[in-house]
């Protein structure tokens, strides 16, 4: 890195930019690396295309030169990292019912809701880590959660989120070069987690909530992020 700027996750800062990076960093000591992160993306209008601030990118921006000597960060802060577990809720909604079986013509409609009240999430979050072989955890940046139900009652979850930064067998089905790779990375989106409950065996859920996931996920993902996904990916055990 030298003098005349560096490029970062699809953007290219000049010296004067960081220059005041450095500024901003050293007036403002006494904030969290995550204030720092939103202040510099306020003054240098890092945003994402629906208008939101990339405080995520600006702070492993902001990292990725405090461990090149170029700025000095204060210490983190203890609070629960990205991806890290949480604690996972034990409570009757997330106990074992009878079996749910049968076709799923028999159960429509199946209707899918997107996660949006604390009462959701810490369900999603019970389901997802009491029954999913990969437990939870908070997912890294962008991400939507669904719950889906039969009659009010839920047959199971899903979650998208960002995709993985690099991936080899991604890359080479796409074929994209590194450049292309840095400017298209956020039209994909990746299925971390899918969940059909143990005790729920209807024949051919899976396939009819994985269709209609995708059919939901372009215009919910646009509306959140102001990106239209192109390409889903998933890691499958």
């Known amino acids: 890195m030298d003098g005349t700027g560096v490029a970062f996750c699809g953007r290219q800062f000049d010296g ?9 960093v050293k007036r403002y000591a006494g904030l969290s690396r995550m204030e720092l992160a939103l ?8 945003r994402r295309p629906g208008g939101g601030l990339k405080s995520r990118e600006c702070r492993e921006f902001l990292e990725l030169l405090d461990t090149r ?6 210490a983190k802060r203890a609070t629960k990292p990205v991806g890290a577990r949480t604690r996972v809720p034990v409570t009757e909604r997330g106990e074992p019912g009878a079996p749910i079986e049968g076709t799923v013509g028999q159960f429509e409609p199946v209707e899918l809701e997107q ?7 810490l369900l999603f979050r019970e389901l997802v880590g009491r029954h ?8 890294f940046g962008a991400h939507l959660r669904y719950l889906f139900r039969s009659g009010g009652q839920v047959l199971g979850a899903m ?13 080479a089905w796409i074929g994209w ?3 292309a790779r840095r400017a298209n990375l956020q039209q994909v989106v990746n299925q971390s987690r899918f969940l059909i409950l143990p005790w729920v065996r209807i024949q051919n859920l899976a396939s009819v909530v994985l269709a209609r996931g995708l059919r939901r996920l372009s215009g919910d993902w646009q509306e959140r992020y102001a990106v239209v996904p192109l390409l889903v ?5």
Not at 69 to 74: A, E, I, N, S, Y
Not at 233 to 237: A, H, P
């Open 115 to 121: 996660v949006h009240t604390q009462a959701e999430r």
């Open 233 to 237: 990916e998933t890691l499958v055990d």
């Open 16 to 24: 004067a930019e960081l220059q005041l990076i450095c500024q901003v």
């Open 132 to 139: 999913h072989y990969l437990g939870h955890k908070v997912p």
């Open 39 to 46: 202040t510099v993306c306020e003054l240098l209008e890092w």
């Open 69 to 74: 000597g170029v700025l000095q960060l204060p």
């Open 159 to 171: 979650q998208f989120s960002s995709p993985a930064w690099r991936m080899a067998a991604r890359e």
């Open 177 to 179: 070069d590194e450049a």
